[in-house]
C-alpha cells in the first residue's frame, strides 16, 4: 500500500466510526495500519497534509494568531420566550407578504452550548480554523482543531470555502474523562471551550471534543439555493452535522416541536440551550436581509435557564477509596430539563458554609451543564430559624474512627478496616481500565466483604466455587464467570496493573506513561 492509499484509508475508517458512527473495522485494525503508517513517514521523511497523525498535537504553541475570517460570521436575535417567536413570524411574514415572495418554510434545528468555530478548506484540505471572536476576526486554532477527530482533514471540494459549526464535549466524554481526571471539569460548555483556547494542543487531544457543521459562510464555484442543500452538501463532504434538522411550514408545528426538544433535552449526549428556526429558502433569505446587527431569517429561541429552587432535606457523607468524605444533599424531588433530581454534590464541609446551606434550606441548584447537579447557594430570604445548621461530622459515617482534617476537607484516616475505603478500592481495581474483571460488581463485591471477610484485593484472588456456591443467588454459571474473570485477569496490561494500585495522582493516563517508561514489570519491582 502506498502512503497515500494507507492515508485515504485511515481516513475513511475514521469518518466511519466518529461521523457515520458506523466503524469500519476494528480499534486492534486502525492501530496496526497507524502503526504502518508512522513507520512509513519516518522511514521516508514524509507527512502527507492529512495524515491522521498531525492530528496529535506537536507541542505547545507559541500564541494565538488573529484570523480574518473569509466572510463575518453573523450573530442571531434571540427570542426569549415562546411569544417572541411568535412575534418575530409575524415580522417576517408581512415583509414576505409585502415583497410578495413565496409561502416560506422553516428549518429546526438544535442549538448547540459549546464554541463557534470556523474552519478554512483550500485546494481540498484543511488550512485554517478560528475562533468566532468579534464575527470579524478571531484566534487561530488550526493546531487544537486538527485533534477533533470527526473534522475532516481533506474534503472532496476543491474550492476555497468557509464552514461554521459548533465544537462540544459529550456528557459521556465529560463523566468518562471526569473519572480518572486530577482535575474533573464541572462543565462541559467550559470544557470544550477552554480545550480550544488552549496553547498545548496535547491538551484539545485529550478532551476528545466533537463538532456540528451547519454552515456555509464563504464558498468560491458553488451556490446553494436552500439550507436543506447547504447541509446535503457538507454531508458529502464528510462534515459531522447536527442530528436535529426538520422543516416545518406553520408556527404551531415548530412549537410543538421545540417543546419536545426542550421536555427531552436532558436525554442528549451533549448541551443545547435552545433551538434555531431559519427560513430554508435562500432567495428569500437574501431578499429579507439583515438588521443592522442580525439577518431577519434566523431567530435563536433560547430554552428558560436550567436552574431551578428546591428544598436540602438531609445531607449524606460518603467515603470514598482515599477516605475522602464527601457531602451529598439529599433533595426534595426536582424536575430540571427533563430529568427528575434528587442528590446534588456539595464538594465539602467549606462549601457548605460558604453556599450557607442547611437543612431546610431552599437552595438553587443547576443541572444539564454539570455531570452531577450542583447547588449554586442558599436562596436570599429565609426564615433562618426554621434552618438547621449541617453538622460537621467528627467521626467517620461508616467505621466510627475520628476524622482528620486536610486542608478543606475530611478524611477517615482507617485505610485499613473501613468499609467503604476496602470495597471501593476494590471496585476500583476490578475496574475496566484496571483489572478488568467484569463480572465483579459493585454489589458483588459488597457481598464477597460481608458475607466471605473478602477485605483486599489480594482476598479477591483467594475465592473458591464452594465459597461462591454457599451464597443466596449463585448457580453454577454465575460463579464460574465470576472466577474465569478472576482468573483472566492475572496477566493484565503494565498500565492497567498500575492504574489498579490506586495510587493518589496516578489517573489511566498517568499510568499509561508509567507503563511506557518502564516496559515490564520487572523494571518496576
Ligand atoms: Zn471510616
Known sequence: MTMREMVDRLNEYAYRYYVLDDPAVSD???????????ALEEESGEVLPDSPTRRVGGGLLPGFEKRTHLAPLFSLDKAQDMEALLAWRQRTDKLIAELKLPRAEYCLEYKFDGLTVNLTYEGGLLTGAATRGDGVTGEGILEQVKTIRSVPLSIPFKGRMEVQGEAVMRLSV??????????????????????????????????????????????????????????????????????????????????????????????????????????????TREALGNTQKFPR????????????????????????????????????????????????????????????????????????????????????????????????PANCPACGTALAEVGPNLFCPNSLSCRPQLTSRMVHFSSRDAMDIESLSEKTIALLFDKLDIRDIAGIYTLTKEQLLAQEGFKDKRADNILNAIEGSKHPPLANFIYALGISNVGKKTAGDLAKNFHTYEAIA
Request: overall charge neutral.
Open 28 to 38: 486492534a485494525e486502525y492501530d496496526k495500519l497507524y502503526d504502518a503508517l508512522c
Open 174 to 283: 465529560l463523566e468518562d474523562y471526569n473519572k480518572t481526571a486530577a482535575e474533573p471539569l464541572k462543565n462541559a460548555r467550559n470544557a470544550a471551550a477552554g480545550a480550544l483556547r488552549n496553547l498545548d494542543p496535547a491538551v484539545t487531544a485529550a478532551r476528545r471534543l466533537t463538532a456540528f457543521f451547519y454552515q456555509v459562510g464563504y464558498i468560491e464555484g458553488k451556490t446553494f439555493a436552500t439550507q436543506r442543500e447547504m447541509t446535503a452538501f457538507l454531508k458529502a463532504n464528510k462534515f459531522l452535522t447536527s442530528p436535529y434538522q426538520k422543516m416545518f411550514a406553520d408556527m404551531e408545528s415548530i412549537k410543538n416541536a421545540v417543546d419536545e426538544v426542550e421536555q427531552t433535552r436532558g436525554t442528549l449526549d451533549f448541551l443545547i440551550d435552545g433551538m434555531v428556526v431559519k427560513i430554508n429558502d435562500f432567495a
Open 297 to 392: 431569517w434566523a431567530i435563536a429561541y433560547k430554552f428558560p435557564a436550567e436552574e431551578m429552587t428546591t428544598t436540602v432535606e438531609d445531607v449524606a457523607w460518603d467515603v470514598g477509596r482515599s477516605g475522602k468524605l464527601t457531602p451529598t444533599a439529599v433533595l426534595a424531588p426536582v424536575d430540571i430539563a427533563g430529568v427528575t433530581v434528587r442528590r446534588a454534590t456539595l464538594n465539602n464541609y467549606e462549601d457548605i458554609l460558604r453556599k450557607r446551606v442547611k437543612l431546610g434550606s431552599r437552595v438553587f441548584l443547576r443541572r444539564s451543564n454539570d455531570v452531577i447537579p450542583e447547588i449554586l447557594g442558599a436562596a436570599p430570604g429565609q426564615d433562618e430559624t426554621a434552618l438547621r445548621e449541617i453538622e460537621k
